[in-house]
C-alpha cells in the first residue's frame, strides 16, 4: 500500500488538505497526519478507496460530504463530523462536539466517548443506504432531532449518562435511535414513542456493538448482556397539526 505521512503542525486548513488531496490523486491508500491543532474541513467531499490516520485534534466539518475514505481520529473532534456523508467511515478515539452526523445519509461513525448537543439531526437514509452512528458513553439534549431515517446506538457506559437530557428524538419522522437502560419520558421529545427493544431489534445492533468493541479494544459481552430502549417515530408526520390546510 502507497503511504504519506503529512506533519500538519501550524499549518493552515487549505493546504492541509490541497496535501491529503494531492496524495489521493497519486494513489496514496494510507494517510497519516499528524500534529493536527483544529484544522477544519479534512476529507470534506473526498472519495475513494482511501484510510486516513489523524492525530491530534480534528477541526468542525470533519469528512463533510465524503464519499468512501475511512478516517480513524486519535483524539477529539469538534462539531459537524460527518455531515451530509455519504459512504464510508469515522472513527473517533476521544469525544465530539454538537451535531454529529448532521444530516448523514451513508456510512458510519463511531465516537468512543461523548457528543454533545442534536447529534444525528436530520439524518437519512434512501433505499439501501442507511447512516449509522454509534456512542460509546452518551449524547447532550436532542439527540436524533427531526431524522428522517438511519440507525443512532448509544451504549452509555456511564450508567447515570443522559438521565437529564431532553428532546430526544425531537419530530423524528424516520429512522431509531437505541439507548442502552431506560430512559425517563420526559427525556423524550415531541413526535416519539419508546418501547424496550424487542429480539428484532437486538439482532440489528448486535453486529455494531462487536464493531464498536473491535474498534476500542473493550469487551462486548457487558454491552450484549444490557437491556436496550428503542425510539421511534410515533408517526410520519409529527407536526401535522401545526399546519392550516385551505
Not at 17 to 30: L, S, T, W
Not at 122 to 130: R, T, V
Not at 213 to 226: H, N, Q, R, V, W
Request: contains cysteine.
Amino acid at each position: 500500500m502507497n503511504s504519506i505521512e503529512i506533519d500538519a503542525k501550524e499549518l493552515h486548513y487549505t493546504p492541509l488538505n490541497q496535501q491529503i488531496r494531492k496524495a489521493v490523486r497519486e494513489g496514496a491508500g494510507k494517510i497519516t497526519v499528524r500534529n493536527l491543532m483544529g484544522q477544519r474541513f479534512i476529507a470534506d467531499g473526498l472519495k475513494g478507496d482511501v484510510a486516513l490516520d489523524l492525530h491530534g485534534v480534528a477541526g468542525g466539518d470533519l469528512g463533510m460530504f465524503m464519499s468512501g475514505p475511512h478516517i480513524t481520529l486519535y483524539g477529539n473532534a469538534d462539531h459537524a463530523p460527518g455531515n451530509t456523508m455519504d459512504a464510508g467511515s469515522i472513527v473517533i478515539h476521544g469525544s465530539a462536539g454538537d451535531a454529529v452526523a448532521h444530516s448523514m445519509r451513508g456510512g458510519k461513525i463511531f465516537v468512543r466517548d461523548t457528543i454533545g448537543y442534536r447529534g444525528g439531526i436530520h439524518m437519512k437514509q434512501y433505499l439501501d443506504k442507511c447512516p449509522v452512528l454509534v456512542l460509546g458513553d452518551s449524547a447532550r439534549s436532542f439527540l436524533g432531532e427531526y431524522m428522517a431515517g438511519g440507525l443512532i446506538l448509544v451504549l452509555r457506559q456511564s450508567p447515570d449518562s443522559m438521565d437529564d437530557e431532553r428532546g430526544i428524538g425531537s419530530g423524528i419522522h424516520g429512522g431509531e435511535i437505541f439507548i442502552r437502560g431506560k430512559i425517563g419520558d420526559d427525556c423524550l421529545g415531541v413526535g416519539t414513542k419508546k418501547d424496550f427493544c424487542t429480539n428484532e431489534g437486538i439482532t440489528r445492533i448486535i453486529p455494531l456493538i462487536h464493531e464498536f468493541a473491535a474498534k476500542f479494544g473493550i469487551d462486548p459481552d457487558p454491552l450484549l448482556k444490557s437491556e436496550y430502549t428503542r425510539i421511534s417515530p410515533a408517526s410520519a408526520r409529527p407536526f401535522a397539526n401545526k399546519y392550516t390546510w385551505e
